[in-house]
């Protein structure tokens, strides 16, 4: 049995990253970064004043100063500042060759044509041309995740259709001869369908984008046909939700077999979760995720997040937080490797994780407002309270 760490290396081993595409700044938000951009000029690309005030020279002691231009943002003025002379320059605009510092005009009287000043200090209030960044300076790295910061500046460089990574695109089918849509009230032992709003929030939250969604009651032949009948082209990932087990209705793996899938592992050791199938096809993958919702949610982020990871950006990260065992609750171990929903809480003055109500992996209503999964590591005892533990933040 594969552990998580063995199953994310042997995902970033097994999937190719999807070609990169360009986007308009107005799609990019979310999106990984597949090109580094540098900057083509200076920024600021010239002198120019961090104040509404007068441009002297700083080096001018005279008691009063002619004021000669007015220059505001977005001009440019083609007079030299000269000895006794100043320029009426406001925030933005380009310092006039001649002057060197801006003094406020919070301490300017001004008479006409000429002005003087209270007070006098050696704060020059110019932004000096290429003091936030060189020309040439690599300023946004291949791989970051662009956010509203980011994009800005792209749009600073003048990089309007950064070079992005594709949204993996997704085939899910939920599976289940149990299932009703979430808008039809259950028959005799039947119960909603709550995965297929689960994975299609999950895959919205990742920045994948959800191809195409079904849902097929437990029939091999019904299943292999509505993922046959499916265009190849328009998905790659597939995701059947239930029958992952080994049960008499549990066809996922199987199913896939017979589509000449190769299967390269159906469990793991992990609670919960432990019946993940993995398989690929050429550059198509598959997963078929046990049907408790608690299942998909720790199968999602611990290990097909990777595998969409890989497919957008070409690496996988696995970033841990550590912090204290919080709620007062004593975590008790398993021969598996555990990983247990939490909420981030502030006390005894620090960040701490306290476990959420779960009972089996079918509960959902304990896990509301979950933010983390606790890592209780396969064959320990217990974590005590207060005790040092990892967690993966899930909304990262
Ligand atoms: P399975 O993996 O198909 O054996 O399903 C395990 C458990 O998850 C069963 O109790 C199912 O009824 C439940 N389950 C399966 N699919 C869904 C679904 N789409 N929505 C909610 N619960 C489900
Ligand atoms: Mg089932």
């Known amino acids: 049995m ?3 760490t063995e199953a994310r290396a042997l995902i970033a081993q097994t999937v190719h990253v999807l070609p990169p595409l360009r986007v308009p700044l107005a799609q990019a938000d979310g999106r990984t970064l ?7 000029e200076d920024i600021p690309a010239f002198d120019r004043s961090a104040m509404d005030g007068y441009a002297i020279r700083a080096d001018d002691s005279a008691p009063e100063f002619r004021i000669v231009s007015e220059i505001p943002a977005g001009t440019l003025s083609v007079r030299v500042i000269a000895p006794g002379e100043c320029a009426r320059i406001f925030t933005g605009a380009a310092i006039p060759d001649g002057a060197t510092q801006v003094l406020m005009q919070e301490f300017a009287h001004r ?3 000429r002005v003087s000043f209270t007070q006098r200090d050696a704060k020059t209030n110019i932004r000096s041309r290429g003091e936030d960044a060189r020309e040439g300076s690599v300023l946004l790295e291949r791989g970051m995740s662009l ?5 800005s500046l792209c749009a600073q460089l003048g990089k309007t259709a950064p070079l992005v990574a594709p949204r993996p695109r997704i085939f899910h089918i939920a599976t289940g001869s149990e299932l009703v849509p979430p808008d039809e009230l259950p028959g005799a032992g039947q119960i909603r369908d709550s995965n297929s709003a689960l994975v299609s929030a999950l895959v919205q939250e ?3 984008e959800m191809a195409r969604q079904l849902r097929v009651g437990d029939d091999p032949a019904q299943l292999l046909d509505a993922i046959s009948s499916a265009d190849i082209e328009s998905w790659d990932v597939l995701l059947l939700s239930g029958g992952a087990s080994v049960g008499d209705h549990d066809f996922g793996a199987r199913t896939l077999r017979e589509l000449g899938f190769s299967l390269h592992f159906q469990q793991l050791n992990l609670r919960p979760g432990k019946p993940l199938t993995f398989g690929t096809r050429g550059r198509h993958l598959a997963f078929v995720i046990p049907g408790n919702p608690l299942s998909h949610i720790v199968c999602w982020h611990l290990v097909i997040r990777a595998a969409l990871d890989m497919l957008a950006t070409g690496a996988v990260e696995f970033g841990l937080m550590e912090a204290p065992l919080g709620g007062g609750v004593v975590l008790k171990g398993n021969p598996r490797e555990t990983w247990w929903p ?5 006390e005894r003055g620090g960040v701490n994780f306290v476990p959420l109500k779960w009972q089996s992996s079918g509960d959902t209503t304990g896990i509301i ?3 983390a999964l606790i890592r209780i590591p396969a064959g ?8 040092p533990i990892s967690a993966r933040l899930i909304h990262a």
């Open 206 to 208: 990742c920045g994948a």
């Open 147 to 151: 956010g509203p910061v980011e994009i």
């Open 369 to 371: 407002g979950m933010d």
């Open 380 to 387: 320990i005892a217990a974590v005590q309270p207060g005790e």
């Open 2 to 4: 594969l552990s998580i």
């Open 342 to 346: 939490a909420r981030i809480a502030w």
């Open 34 to 40: 597949r090109e580094s951009l540098v900057a083509e």
């Open 111 to 113: 008479n006409g044509d």
